[in-house]
């Protein structure tokens, strides 16, 4: 008699994904935002995501073979790094900095800790601290969108932090991008239309987005300029790089809780840290800031959620 039965170790369900598939795909999801980007500042922009994602590409290269590990820059993890630095740089800076910023972010972001799947903060984040440690006036000088009037060169947290008029500002300008700011951060539908494809693909959740944007606007609401319950909490969400922290860097599969719970916790610890920083740092955006400190936490939150094992009371 014939054994159909076929005794194999775990896990015994298997999905078509793989690490590169999803690296890939959100790379993709990141391309309306860089369009969006190019269209609105120019080709400085473009060069910039250009420089940022070759200089990361032979970052990662050069230091697995220097270090004799398996060359993997065709996973797309090396990409995505350069193209999320990028994305939270303004797009005039000089040439130098995404490449200075894209190493620092492969070398000691990533590398240092043994590559991916290993490192405990968000590599791109990590470069771009670091170029606004190293150097804030690059960091901080922000253009005007091209064939836009804008009212400031500012971003428009800056312009709120330093107590100047935003009213000529419209919700609309936000959303489409019409602003100050960082290449990948300024049009929110493009940021939005990435992030539904990587919702409906099931690649993200929503615990850590929603939770994350739902706590900024709820804390920078109760907490406003004119006392209790007066601020502007959906200017605070359009603004900056909430939308671009919440949904492509805080949800990274290495530094983030893995469960349900720990995510809620995440993303609302997060959002919390970014409105203080916002409120009353000395900082305009508090976005990457939050996310490392919270990446630092993930251990803990995962340690105190776990889900029960199976069986056991």
């Not at 919702?199 to 609401?221: A, C, E, N």
């Not at 893995?258 to 997060?270: D, E, N, P, S, V």
């Not at 305009?284 to 009371?313: C, F, H, Q, W």
Request: proline residues 5%.
């Amino acid at each position: 008699m014939k054994n159909n039965f076929i005794v194999s170790v775990s896990p015994h369900l298997h999905k078509d994904e793989s690490v590169t598939k999803i690296m890939w795909m959100v790379v993709l999801s990141l391309f309306p935002a860089g369009i969006a980007g190019v269209i609105i500042f120019g080709l400085s922009a473009l060069w910039c995501i250009m420089l940022g994602v070759v200089t990361a590409i032979i970052t990662e290269g050069i230091l697995q073979l220097f270090t004799k590990r398996k060359v993997t820059i065709l996973d797309g993890s090396a990409f995505l790094t350069g193209l999320l630095l990028a994305y939270n740089l303004p797009p005039e800076v000089p040439f130098w900095l995404p490449i200075v910023g894209s190493f620092f972010a492969i070398a000691i972001g990533k590398q240092v800790f043994g590559g991916l799947g290993q490192n405990i903060f968000n590599p791109a984040l990590v470069g771009r601290v670091f170029l606004m440690a190293s150097w804030p006036k690059y960091m901080t000088g922000f253009t005007q969108p091209l064939n836009y009037d804008a009212v400031t060169s500012a971003t428009p947290l800056a312009a709120l932090k330093e107590g100047k008029l935003i009213e000529s500002i419209s919700y609309l300008d936000l959303f489409l991008g019409k602003r100050g700011g960082c290449i990948g951060e300024v049009c929110i539908l493009a940021l939005l239309l990435g992030a539904a494809f990587l919702l409906f693909k099931g690649y993200i959740s929503w615990h850590i987005p929603i939770t994350y944007v739902f706590t900024v606007g709820i804390f920078t609401y109760i907490f406003g300029p004119k006392g209790l319950l007066s601020g502007d909490w959906l200017f605070h969400i359009l603004s900056g790089g909430l939308i671009l922290g919440a949904f492509f860097m805080a949800t990274d599969y290495v530094t983030s809780p893995l469960t349900r719970k720990g995510q809620i916790i995440f993303g609302g610890a997060c959002g919390l840290l970014t409105a203080i920083i916002r409120l009353w740092g000395g900082y305009p955006e508090g976005v990457s800031y939050a996310i490392l400190m919270m990446n630092a936490a993930t251990p803990i939150i995962d340690r105190y959620t776990k889900n029960r094992i199976y069986g056991t009371k």
